[in-house]
């Protein structure tokens, strides 16, 4: 199995920016899709946003719209999360995961096998 790694959490004040980055081992697995997920203390891990490797193309849930953006190095085998104009309902543990088929919703958390540990957001002034 695939194991990612996730960097670039920390703290930031609202209205803030981070850029979360995410990368599997080289040549471990066929990449189809790979997202982003979080998870906040006392609440369902939810989707944030996905990528689809071969076109470059994304999805994002409502609330991050026009506010993250989410980009591929193919190269790196990499997928980042820039963040901008953060807000304290961003806190969350921030999660990679990848997909290597098609195989459901790429917003939907069960079709990812591979995951990373995490890497904590907290927004506060």
């Known amino acids: 199995q695939v194991e990612l790694v996730e960097s670039g959490g920390g703290l930031v004040q609202p209205g803030g920016s981070l850029r979360l980055s995410c990368r599997a081992p080289e040549g471990a697995n066929i990449v189809y899709s790979m997202a982003w997920f979080r998870q906040a203390p006392g609440k369902v891990r939810e989707f944030v946003a996905s990528?689809?490797?071969?076109?470059?193309?994304?999805d994002y849930e409502d609330s991050v719209k026009g506010r993250f953006r989410v980009s591929r190095d193919i190269a790196a085998r990499m997928v980042n999360l820039q963040m901008n104009s953060l807000h304290p309902d961003d806190t969350a543990r921030y999660y990679c995961?990848?997909?290597?088929?098609?195989?459901?919703?790429?917003?939907?958390?069960?079709?990812?096998?591979?995951w990373g540990q995490g890497t904590q957001v907290t927004v506060s002034s």
């Open positions: 995961a990848l997909k290597s088929r098609f195989d459901g919703r790429d917003d939907d958390q069960k079709t990812y096998p591979f």
């Open positions: 990528i689809r490797w071969r076109d470059g193309t994304t």
